[in-house]
Structures are given as C-alpha cells and as structure tokens.
C-alpha cells in the first residue's frame, strides 16, 4: 500500500514543477468549518488534497484568475491566515506558523507574478 501511495505521490510531484508543497488548514466555501489539506503549488494551481498520504484530488485554485492574494486581515477566528480570490470565491488558508504563512505568501504571489508576465496584453 505505502508503495503505490509513495508512486502516486512521485507521480504528482514530478509531473508539475512543484514551487511549493505543505499542509494548510482551509475554511469551507459553504459549511465555514476549518480542515487540515495537503496542498501542491505547480504550474500556477493550487491543488489540495484530503492529505499528503491521500492525494485524492479535492479541489483546486485557478491562480491565473487570482484577484488578490494577501494576508487576511479581517477576524476569520484563526492567526496566520491567507486570503486569496478568484471570480466567484475567495479562500481563507490558515498556516501553523508565521513563517509558513510568509513562505506561502511568496509562492503563490511569485506563481501569480509569473503568469501576469506571460500573458498577452495585446
């Protein structure tokens, strides 16, 4: 079992260059309850998945359509949390620690920073 779960996980990371991996805790779009994902940072996506053992594909955050990402300022009942917004949802990511939050920050803004370059503003 940890074999195919090691293969799936390689397979996952090296498909994509992966610029960030790790857990974060996000709130719920309807049910604003807070859980534990394992999220993958590649290819300007944000792919998160139930855990790092489980990579059953949950959910993803289209970073070429990002509005803002930023540290949350507003009382969402958790420190060290990120707000990052698309069309139509923006998602509150909480971080264990304050550097992890700032190492977060910077990897998704570069992913985002990236894309705006490559785009065609013809």
């Keep these: 079992y940890m074999g195919r779960v090691f293969s799936t996980f390689c397979k996952i990371m090296s498909a994509d260059k992966t610029d960030r991996s790790g857990y974060m805790t996000k709130q719920g779009n309807i049910v604003k309850s807070?859980?534990?994902?394992?999220?993958?940072?590649?290819?300007?996506?944000?792919?998160?998945?139930?855990?790092?053992?489980?990579?059953?594909?949950?959910?993803?955050?289209?970073?070429?359509?990002?509005?803002?990402?930023?540290?949350?300022?507003?009382?969402?009942?958790?420190?060290n949390t990120l707000e990052v917004a698309v069309p139509g949802r923006t998602y509150f990511l909480s971080c264990d620690e304050d550097d992890e939050m700032n190492e977060w920050l910077g990897a998704i803004s570069r992913a985002v920073i990236r894309n705006a370059k490559t785009m065609n503003w013809d």
């Design 34 to 79: 807070w859980k534990r994902r394992w999220f993958v940072l590649a290819n300007n996506t944000l792919k998160y998945y139930k855990s790092q053992e489980d990579l059953t594909l949950l959910g993803s955050i289209d970073l070429q359509q990002c509005r803002t990402v930023k540290v949350c300022m507003e009382n969402v009942g958790r420190a």
